[in-house]
C-alpha cells in the first residue's frame, strides 16, 4: 500500500502513523459540512409552520441529538481505522455489508448531482442579478461543469490533503467570516423581536421539526468513519465533530428561518437566495456557496470509498470517475422524481446505525477483533426491524417522526438479538 497517499483501501485499516488529525482537524471539517445552501434552504422549509421560536427549538434539539449520534458514530472509525462501509463488516458480516455499500453508493451519487445543481442554480441566478440574464456567468451549463470540476478534484486529493491545506489554513476562516457578515446583516435590517412573538402558521408539528433538523446530522452517518479513520484519538473525534456540526448546523440553518421570515415570508428558494445575495454585495453568500462544493467532495469521496468495497481499484481512480458521472447527471438528468428514491434509499440508514452503535460500544466493547462471518442474521433482522418501524411511523404516524424511533428500536433489537444469538460472535483475543 502506497503510505504517501491521502486515501487508503476501504477493506484495510489506516495504519496508525497515519492517523494525523486532531480535534481542530475534525473541528474544521465538521464546521464546513454544517453549513451550506441546503442547510440554510431547510431553515426556510421550517421557518413558515413553526415560527421564529418553534423552529430554533427544533433546531436546537434535533441539531444537538443527530450530532452527538454522529460524533458516536465517527468514534467507530477512529477505534478501527476502517472506512464506513468497511466498518459495517464487523457488524452485517463479510456479505452482510455489500447491501449497504451498493445503497450508499447509489444515494451519495444521487446527493452529489444534487449539490452540483443547488450550486449551479445558486450561482446562476446571482449571475443573472449581477449582470443580465443572457451573460456568461449566468449561464447554467457554465457553473455545472465549474462546481463539477471543483468537487471532483477536491474528492480525488483526499480528506488529508483537503482538510490540512484548504480548510484548517483558510477555507474554515471565510466561511466564519460569511457567516458573521450575514448574522451582523440580519440584526441590523430585521425586527427579531416581533419576529419571535409571531408564531407559526401550525401547518407543522414541532416533531416533524425535529425530524427534518436531526436529518441533517444523521444524513452524514453513512459516510463518517471515511474521515474520522484518519483521527488520532476518540475523545478528539467525538469533540470536534460534534462540536464543529453543531456550530455550523445549528448557525446555518437558524439564518435560514430568520431570513425567510424577516426577507422572504413567501418561502420560495429564490426569494431567501435573492435576499441573502442582499447583504454585503452578495460576497457572504458567495463565500457559502464555495462551501457547498465541500458538501460534494464528501458525496463523492465517499461514493468512491463505498464503491471500493465492491470494486477491487484505486479510490482516486473511482473518485474521478463518480465526480464525472455526478456532473453529467446534473447537466443531463430529470432528477425531480429520483429525489423520491433517494429519500427512500436515506431511511435504511438511521436504523443502520442504530444496530451499528448498539454493537460496536455494547456487544463489543469497542473491538475491532472479530470471528469472521459471511452474514449475521441478528443483525440484519434488527435492521429490518427498525426500516419496517421507520415506514410505519413515516405512513400512520408522520408528527411523530420516524428517524430517532426506528434507530432507538433497531438498536434495542440488536442488544437482544445479539446477546441471545451470539454464535459466531465472539471477541477474538488480540
Known amino acids: 500500500m502506497n503510505t504517501t497517499s491521502s486515501t487508503y483501501s476501504p477493506d484495510l485499516a489506516v495504519p496508525a502513523e497515519r492517523r494525523v488529525f486532531?480535534?481542530?482537524?475534525?473541528?474544521?471539517?465538521?464546521?464546513?459540512?454544517?453549513?451550506?445552501?441546503?442547510?440554510?434552504?431547510?431553515?426556510?422549509?421550517?421557518?413558515?409552520?413553526?415560527?421564529?421560536?418553534?423552529?430554533?427549538?427544533?433546531?436546537?434539539?434535533?441539531?444537538?441529538?443527530?450530532?452527538?449520534?454522529?460524533?458516536?458514530?465517527?468514534v467507530i472509525g477512529s477505534d478501527t481505522g476502517l472506512s464506513s462501509m468497511a466498518a459495517l463488516k464487523l457488524s452485517l458480516g463479510t456479505r452482510g455489508a455489500s447491501l449497504p455499500a451498493l445503497l450508499n453508493l447509489l444515494q451519495l451519487v444521487g446527493w452529489g448531482s444534487f449539490e452540483i445543481i443547488v450550486m449551479r442554480d445558486a450561482a446562476s441566478l446571482l449571475g443573472t442579478r449581477a449582470f443580465s440574464e443572457g451573460s456568461l456567468l449566468a449561464n447554467p451549463l457554465l457553473w455545472t461543469l465549474f462546481f463539477g470540476a471543483l468537487a471532483t478534484l477536491l474528492a480525488v486529493s483526499g480528506p488529508l490533503t483537503f482538510v490540512r491545506k484548504v480548510l484548517r489554513k483558510w477555507?474554515?476562516?471565510?466561511?466564519?467570516?460569511?457567516?458573521?457578515?450575514?448574522?451582523?446583516?440580519?440584526?441590523?435590517?430585521?425586527?427579531?423581536?416581533?419576529?419571535?412573538?409571531?408564531?407559526?402558521?401550525?401547518?407543522?408539528?414541532?416533531?416533524?421539526?425535529?425530524?427534518?433538523?436531526?436529518?441533517?446530522?444523521?444524513?452524514?452517518?453513512?459516510?463518517?468513519?471515511?474521515?474520522?479513520?484518519?483521527?488520532?484519538?476518540?475523545?478528539?473525534?467525538?469533540?470536534?465533530?460534534?462540536?464543529?456540526?453543531?456550530?455550523?448546523?445549528?448557525?446555518?440553518?437558524?439564518?435560514?428561518?430568520?431570513?425567510?421570515?424577516?426577507f422572504a415570508p413567501s418561502g420560495e428558494v429564490n426569494a431567501l437566495l435573492l435576499a441573502l445575495a442582499g447583504a454585503g454585495l452578495g460576497i457572504p453568500l458567495l463565500l457559502i456557496l464555495l462551501d457547498e462544493s465541500e458538501n460534494a467532495f464528501a458525496d463523492i469521496h465517499s461514493a468512491a470509498v463505498s464503491?471500493?468495497?465492491?470494486?477491487?481499484?484505486?479510490?482516486?481512480?473511482?473518485?474521478?470517475?463518480?465526480?464525472v458521472?455526478?456532473?453529467?447527471?446534473?447537466?443531463?438528468?430529470?432528477?425531480?422524481?429520483?429525489?423520491?428514491?433517494?429519500?427512500?434509499?436515506?431511511?435504511?440508514?438511521?436504523?443502520?446505525?442504530?444496530?451499528?452503535?448498539?454493537?460496536?460500544?455494547?456487544?463489543?466493547?469497542?473491538?475491532?477483533?472479530?470471528?469472521?462471518?459471511?452474514?449475521?442474521?441478528?443483525?440484519?433482522?434488527?435492521?429490518?426491524?427498525?426500516?419496517?418501524?421507520?415506514?410505519?411511523?413515516?405512513?400512520?404516524?408522520?408528527?411523530?417522526?420516524?428517524?430517532?424511533?426506528?434507530l432507538v428500536l433497531a438498536g434495542l433489537l440488536q442488544g437482544l438479538l445479539g446477546r441471545a444469538f451470539s454464535y459466531g460472535r465472539e471477541t477474538a483475543r488480540v
Not at 34 to 39: A, C, E, F, R, T
Not at 47 to 60: D, T, V, Y
Not at 177 to 200: E, H
Open 307 to 323: 464503491s471500493g468495497i465492491l470494486l477491487r481499484l484505486k479510490v482516486e481512480h473511482l473518485a474521478l470517475a463518480i465526480g
Open 22 to 74: 486532531g480535534a481542530r482537524d475534525l473541528f474544521s471539517l465538521w464546521f464546513s459540512l454544517g453549513i451550506g445552501l441546503m442547510v440554510l434552504q431547510t431553515g426556510a422549509l421550517l421557518a413558515p409552520g413553526l415560527g421564529l421560536s418553534g423552529a430554533l427549538l427544533a433546531i436546537f434539539l434535533g441539531t444537538a441529538v443527530g450530532v452527538l449520534l454522529l460524533a458516536a458514530v465517527g
Open 325 to 406: 458521472l455526478c456532473t453529467l447527471i446534473a447537466c443531463l438528468a430529470p432528477l425531480a422524481q429520483y429525489q423520491n428514491f433517494l429519500l427512500l434509499i436515506g431511511s435504511v440508514f438511521a436504523p443502520l446505525f442504530g444496530v451499528v452503535l448498539v454493537d460496536h460500544f455494547i456487544l463489543r466493547k469497542r473491538s475491532a477483533q472479530v470471528t469472521p462471518v459471511g452474514l449475521r442474521w441478528p443483525a440484519l433482522l434488527a435492521w429490518l426491524g427498525g426500516v419496517s418501524t421507520y415506514h410505519l411511523l413515516a405512513n400512520f404516524y408522520p408528527d411523530v417522526g420516524a428517524t430517532l424511533p426506528s
Open 171 to 262: 477555507g474554515i476562516w471565510l466561511l466564519l467570516a460569511a457567516c458573521l457578515w450575514l448574522t451582523w446583516n440580519l440584526f441590523a435590517k430585521a425586527d427579531l423581536a416581533a419576529l419571535w412573538a409571531q408564531a407559526g402558521d401550525g401547518s407543522m408539528p414541532l416533531g416533524v421539526g425535529f425530524d427534518i433538523a436531526i436529518a441533517m446530522p444523521l444524513s452524514w452517518l453513512p459516510l463518517i468513519a471515511d474521515y474520522s479513520r484518519f483521527g488520532k484519538r476518540a475523545r478528539n473525534v467525538f469533540g470536534g465533530t460534534a462540536l464543529g456540526f453543531f456550530i455550523g448546523n445549528l448557525w446555518l440553518m437558524s439564518l435560514g428561518v430568520a431570513y425567510t421570515l424577516a
